[in-house]
C-alpha cells in the first residue's frame, strides 16, 4: 500500500519512540500488554508478538482499511486458514471453506442467553 512522505516519517518517529520502551512494561509489570499505532503489516505484528513485546496487537485504522487484513495476514506469513464459504471463490487458490456453523446449536445458545437475561 503506498504511503504518503508524512506517514512514513510519522511511522519512523513512532517506531523510535516505542523501541525503547517495547515489553518494558510486559516484563517488569507482568501483566499482559497490547501494541498499538501505526502497525499495518503483517510481519510487524508479528515480530511484536514473536518478540515477546506484547501479548496482543491492536489494529484500528488498518482494520477500516483492509477488513480483510487478518486473511491476508495469515497468507503473508503462510498460515492455512479456513475462509467464510460465501468468500471461497475470491480467495487464493488452494484457500479451503469454514465449516457451515451449526444452526441449532446456535440456537440453543441464544435461548440460553435469553432466558439468562429474562431472570
Known amino acids: 500500500m503506498l504511503r504518503t512522505t508524512e506517514e512514513v516519517k510519522t511511522r519512523q518517529i513512532a517506531e523510535e519512540i516505542r523501541h525503547p520502551t517495547d515489553g518494558r512494561i510486559r516484563r517488569e509489570a507482568q501483566i499482559p500488554t497490547g501494541a498499538v499505532g501505526l502497525i499495518t503489516a503483517p510481519a ?69 442467553q435469553q432466558a439468562v437475561v429474562l431472570r
Open 44 to 112: 510487524q505484528a508479528d515480530h511484536v508478538i514473536r518478540n515477546g513485546q506484547a501479548d496482543l496487537v491492536l489494529l484500528a485504522r488498518e482494520m477500516l482499511r483492509d477488513p480483510y487484513w487478518p486473511l491476508r495476514a495469515a497468507r503473508e506469513l503462510g498460515h492455512a486458514i479456513s475462509w467464510p464459504v460465501q468468500y471461497v471463490r475470491a480467495a487464493p487458490a488452494g484457500s479451503v471453506a469454514r465449516p457451515a456453523a451449526s444452526l441449532p446449536r446456535i440456537t440453543g445458545r441464544l435461548t440460553e
